[in-house]
T-cell receptor
């Protein structure tokens, strides 16, 4: 089946540094990828919708200058947390929709990235 | 706006007994409903979905869910629970309008006791 690879699985960084998270669709093309954030014991909250070749659409309350999203190709979207602070510590998950299967709503999820900012 | 409610934070069931994890939703347009399972420190795994057709949907690992339009519900069920079913379960909804991003419920932790 379709696979979405998310890297890294976990990262620890110092406050003020930037962290890049990659989301790759391995065996399909994804025109649309979604980035979610999950706080401990809470649900996944949509942060932004990433469309290949265009600017991402951010949900209300999500700072686009802090969470930079780049979807440069049909198989890769990146989320960069800029100048990370401890409150950015969270579990980030990406999902991708198969370009050829848009009518069937097939969504595939990455394994997630646990970010801890010290 | 679309929303999902999972009224139970945790469901406890003995191994071999049937289980139900509840989910209700609210959307504009026709609903597309999903169930996902999450194991510790892992991403989400797809269990099943309802798009159209038969209200009873069968999915992975013996799970099934029944779409009830009048009650706006999509409860997850399994006839006989296994200890290995213990995990966090999320119900999600989108619709045939809008950007198709999923809205997730708050999650229900299923604990199956031996």
């Amino acid at each position: 089946g379709a696979v979405v690879s998310q890297h890294p699985s976990w990262v620890i960084c110092k406050s003020g540094t930037s962290v890049k998270i990659e989301c790759r669709s391995l065996d399909f093309q994804a025109t649309t990828m979604f980035w979610y954030r999950q706080f401990p014991k809470q649900s996944l909250m949509l942060m932004a919708t990433s469309n290949e070749g265009s600017k991402a659409t951010y949900e209300q309350g999500v700072e686009k200058d802090k969470f930079l999203i780049n979807h440069a190709s049909l198989t890769l979207s990146t989320l960069t947390v800029t100048s990370a602070h401890p409150e950015d510590s969270s579990f980030y998950i990406c999902s991708a929709r198969d370009y050829l299967e848009t009518g069937t709503l097939k969504l595939f999820f990455g394994s997630g990235t646990q970010l801890s900012v010290l | 706006a679309q929303s999902v409610a999972q009224p139970e934070d945790q469901v406890n069931v003995a191994e071999g007994n049937p289980l139900t994890v509840k989910c209700t939703y609210s959307v504009s347009g026709n609903p597309y409903l999903f169930w996902y399972v999450q194991y510790p420190n892992r991403g989400l795994q797809f269990l099943l979905k309802y798009i159209t057709g038969d209200n009873l949907v069968k999915g992975s690992y013996g799970f099934e869910a029944e779409f009830n339009k009048s009650q706006t519900s999509f409860h997850l069920k399994k006839p006989s629970a296994l200890v290995s079913d213990s995990a966090l379960y999320f119900c999600a909804v989108t619709s045939d309008t809008g950007r198709r991003a999923l809205t997730f419920g708050s999650g229900t932790r299923l604990q199956v006791q031996p």
